[in-house]
């Protein structure tokens, strides 16, 4: 998927929740974005090349919640939030694998590494056994499935 097209079925979810009447507490998304600077510092702490379609998501958007997802920030917005960085530096550097957004079972959803460079499909990493599996064929497809659940395959 392409940005043009996230961007329509984004406006679109967008405009169909518009009128639903969630709680005043509610929010759908946060948009922390992420400047270059944020970008290439949070690459080069972490010794990796983020996907392009992530990044400039990032940039146009951010993290927080995006609607059934959350997705970490690039950097804290109060500076306690878990961020990018943050994580990353923890448990998954090891395991070649940049987390991006937590399941909230102790699984997650992130990238996987090779010599340094994420690849660009969204993998699933099992806490439990550490297995990584492949899930979306881009960080678009993933957050049009997971976060806006939106089926793009009909």
Known sequence: MEFQEFEVVLQAARAERLGSDYPEEFQLFDFWRATDSDLRQAESE???QLPEKYKEFMRRHG??????????????????????????????????????SPVGTGDWWGFSLSDGVCGDTVDFLDHEDGGITPSFADFLDFLTQKGLRVDIQA
Do not use: H, I, T
């Not at 500076?79 to 960085?85: K, Q």
């Open 46 to 48: 972490l010794g990796v």
């Open 63 to 100: 993290g927080g919640v995006f609607m059934f997802l959350d997705l970490l920030p690039v950097v804290s917005p109060d500076g306690r939030a878990e961020d990018l960085v943050m994580v990353n530096k923890g448990e998954f550097r090891e395991a070649g694998f940049v987390a991006v």
